[in-house]
């Protein structure tokens, strides 16, 4: 099939490649001119594993090309994906001067006729608002075009972006009309074996809703378990041990419950607050998930307030070991990283901070810590070490499962840990000497 693909973000660059792939003939459209050109040289603005060789091989064979020119892209297209990004605006609403944007483009230059899909996480009624939009503009030019309005979440995670694409869990395709679900199976058949239920074909709100509830209830395993935990610390209790206690029982399962110090990313927190304050428009008080919210914001500073317990309120002169900014593993991104507000906070109270992170230090160093004294960055965990008063673990990259223990302990100027993904043995860091403060459980 023909597609084009607006917008080079995560969802839209990893989408359209994995699309190319497949053999179908993809234009990836974005209007930052520097972005296509460093995307025709190979040349990815994102960190995940295994996008880049695609890319590449996809542009040299010709299946994946890279434009700014929506409008030069749309004669003959088969299908229109809107992947661009829905920023939370002030009110904690999702924002959709983008996605209305595309959408009046789409109509002012369709030729032929199109379907057009909601890639990016919208709002239930999105798509209504897409069709109109286009219909407006469509009438505007006394022209009738066939189009019609398909919301397609993404639910593909960041390291992990290309085997959620190339082998989902499910594809969830909200269409109203059947030709459209129809050509919709028609496009993802070649990622499934024939006839799997695995293609899930609903209405459009609904699907536009499952995008919501999906991340929302991740999110509520996570704050759920983070709250558990700090009771668990209250009343003696080890958080490790309830979960694999309650994740046996197969109704829980062993996923998302990892208690750590708060989720972040791109997409939960913008989510449940979306999705609280969808419910609010619609006159609902959706105080479940505004909780998880607010649970979610206090766990971002448990770790802080553990170190001030520690080392006192006026930590002048001390010195933190940093292991970890991403907000998790496998990717460069920082957005919402628990790493941003525990640095900020700790420097706010005197202290300097040594960090390292495998990907994620020149997001930080340009943008999220950006004009934040007292931090350096290191070309190394160990680096980091030397001069610091206790080492902080943010993010649960591999590279800090089993760091060699005996250089931990003699670098730092005192071997004191806070972890805050839960990664060591509480019983073997004690017996090899070190002050180890995890989340759930007390020292
Ligand atoms: C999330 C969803 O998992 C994807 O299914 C969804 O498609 C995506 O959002 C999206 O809406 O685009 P992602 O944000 O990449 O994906 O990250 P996750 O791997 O889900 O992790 C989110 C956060 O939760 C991280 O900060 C992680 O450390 C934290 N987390 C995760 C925990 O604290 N505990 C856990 O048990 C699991």
Redesign the pocket.
Known sequence: MKITVIGTG??GLVSGTCFAEMGNKVTCIDIDQSKINKLKQGVIPIYEPGLEAMVIRNYDRNTLKFSTKLSENLDGCDIAFIAVGTPTGDDGSADLKYVLQVAKEIGESMTTPLIVVDKS?VPVGTADKVRATISQELENRQVTIDFDVVSNP??????DAIS?FMKPDRVVVGADNPASAEKMKQLYATFFRSGSARFIAMDVRSAEMT?YV??AM??T??SF??EVANICERVGADVNDVRIGIGSDSRIGY??????C???????PK?VKALHRTAKEHGYEASLIGAVETVNDAQKLVIAKKVVKRFGEDLTGKTFAVWGLS??PD?DDMRE??AIYIIKDLVARGASIKAYDPKAMHEAQSFYLKGVSKVTYHNSKYETLPGSDAMMLLT?WKEFRIPDFEELKTQLKQPVVFDGRNQYDDKAMKDMGFEYFQIGKQP
């Open positions: 995560y969802v996480t993404e639910f593909l995670k960041e390291g959620d995008k999906a991340n991740l999110a395993k996570i378990m983070n996923s998302f419950i990892y208690p750590g708060g989720y972040g990313g791109s997409c939960f989510d907000f998790k990717t990283a628990p649960d």
